[in-house]
């Protein structure tokens, strides 16, 4: 039981020392309110403060369109990874081709599954210097085509070229990379010129064809992207028997509206031309044409003498 009269029905929950529970938001009951904006870190408006709880953090500033005219151009998209796509699928396709060749060839005069001496078969040679080998200079190659040079179909083509010479420098790092660890591991057998040949000579001998070849890849790729896209809506019909014409092919009507008649005037004021330039010019204070009938003088008197 509680007494209407006691004080301490008064001294709310600060006085009482009890915690005041926090309002519930507009989510429902003892949810948190959404962020201002209905995004994470929203501003809020203009003369209102955040309430307590609700982090609030400044918009970011939106990022500058790249130059298309640069060398470098930073941030990943869609477009970019097609395009980097198609200019080292291409160089790897090339590559398949060419070594596909000259297997057939040497499979004419040795088998291609023998083995002779220490040396793997001619199909193991096959896949080591088609795949293995310039692996790393395919996915340098790709990654700067996709993230740091790559080929716009906004840029010019002199640009793109640029590009794809960056993009071969970057796989022929990616290949002298390799070849450090590579040559410390022969170096313990064969000497300091191990290292040399697989950190210089090698990345060397394979990049500069690469990156020949990849500026005629990056170009097909830069022709590919900036080609016009088809049409896939539905083909026109119009011209087509049993279809319905347009509206705006319906031609003009024929039958032109007569001249506008004389009206007549209220009040006995006589025949009047209507007034083209305004609502109650014809109808008020307009005089007749020469040509009609003048009205008599004394509308209410007799006959006119003749």
Same mark, same amino acid.
């Given at each position: 039981?509680?007494?209407?009269?006691?004080?301490?029905?008064?001294? /709310?929950?600060?006085?009482?020392?009890?915690?005041?529970?926090? %309002?519930? $938001?507009?989510?429902?009951? /003892?949810?948190? +309110?959404?962020?201002?904006?209905?995004?994470?870190?929203?501003?809020?408006?203009?003369?209102?403060?955040? +309430?307590? /709880?609700?982090?609030?953090?400044?918009?970011?500033?939106?990022?500058?369109?790249?130059?298309?005219?640069?060398?470098? +151009?930073?941030? +990943?998209?869609?477009?970019?990874?097609? /395009?980097?796509?198609?200019?080292?699928?291409?160089? &790897?396709?090339?590559?398949?081709?060419?070594?596909?060749?000259?297997?057939?060839?040497?499979?004419?005069?040795?088998? =291609?599954?023998?083995?002779?001496?220490? $040396?793997?078969?001619? &199909?193991?040679?096959?896949?080591?210097?088609?795949?293995?080998?310039?692996?790393?200079?395919?996915?340098?190659?790709?990654?700067?085509?996709?993230?740091?040079?790559?080929?716009?179909?906004?840029?010019?083509?002199?640009?793109?070229?640029?590009?794809?010479?960056?993009?071969?420098?970057?796989?022929?790092?990616?290949?002298?990379?390799?070849?450090?660890?590579?040559?410390?591991? $022969?170096?313990?057998?064969?000497?300091?010129?191990?290292?040399?040949?697989?950190?210089?000579?090698?990345?060397?001998?394979?990049? &500069?064809?690469?990156?020949?070849?990849?500026?005629?890849?990056?170009?097909?790729?830069?022709?590919?992207?900036?080609? =016009?896209?088809?049409?896939?809506?539905?083909? =026109?019909?119009?011209?087509? %028997?049993?279809?319905?014409?347009?509206?705006?092919?319906?031609?003009?009507?024929?039958?032109? =509206?007569?001249?506008?008649?004389?009206?007549?005037?209220?009040?006995?004021?006589?025949?009047?031309?209507?007034?083209?330039?305004?609502?109650?010019?014809?109808?008020?204070?307009?005089?007749?044409?020469?040509?009609?009938?003048?009205?008599?003088?004394?509308?209410?008197?007799?006959?006119?003498?003749?």
């Amino acid at each position: 039981m509680t007494n209407p009269g006691d004080p301490q029905q008064d001294r /709310g929950y600060y006085g009482a020392g009890w915690q005041q529970p926090a %309002p519930p $938001g507009p989510g429902g009951a /003892g949810g948190s +309110a959404p962020p201002y904006g209905g995004q994470p870190g929203g501003q809020p408006p203009h003369g209102f403060q955040p +309430a307590a /709880g609700v982090p609030y953090a400044p918009p970011r500033p939106s990022r500058a369109p790249a130059d298309p005219r640069r060398a470098f +151009a930073p941030g +990943a998209s869609v477009n970019n990874t097609a /395009g980097a796509l198609i200019a080292v699928v291409s160089l &790897v396709l090339v590559e398949f081709v060419s070594g596909i060749v000259g297997l057939i060839g040497t499979s004419l005069v040795v088998s =291609p599954f023998a083995h002779y001496g220490a $040396g793997a078969s001619l &199909v193991g040679s096959f896949i080591a210097s088609v795949f293995l080998a310039p692996f790393p200079f395919y996915a340098g190659a790709f990654l700067a085509l996709a993230f740091l040079t790559p080929i716009a179909r906004r840029s010019p083509l002199p640009t793109v070229l640029l590009r794809a010479v960056l993009a071969g420098a970057a796989g022929t790092i990616a290949l002298a990379l390799v070849g450090v660890f590579t040559g410390a591991f $022969g170096a313990i057998t064969s000497g300091g010129s191990r290292l040399v040949i697989d950190v210089v000579t090698n990345p060397l001998r394979n990049g &500069v064809p690469f990156t020949v070849m990849l500026l005629a890849s990056a170009t097909a790729a830069w022709l590919w992207l900036g080609r =016009p896209r088809r049409n896939r809506g539905p083909a =026109p019909t119009s011209g087509l %028997p049993g279809t319905v014409r347009p509206a705006d092919a319906v031609p003009p009507a024929t039958v032109q =509206p007569g001249p506008q008649q004389p009206q007549q005037g209220p009040y006995g004021q006589g025949l009047v031309q209507p007034d083209p330039h305004g609502q109650y010019g014809g109808q008020y204070g307009a005089q007749p044409r020469p040509d009609q009938q003048q009205p008599p003088a004394a509308p209410w008197g007799g006959p006119a003498p003749r």
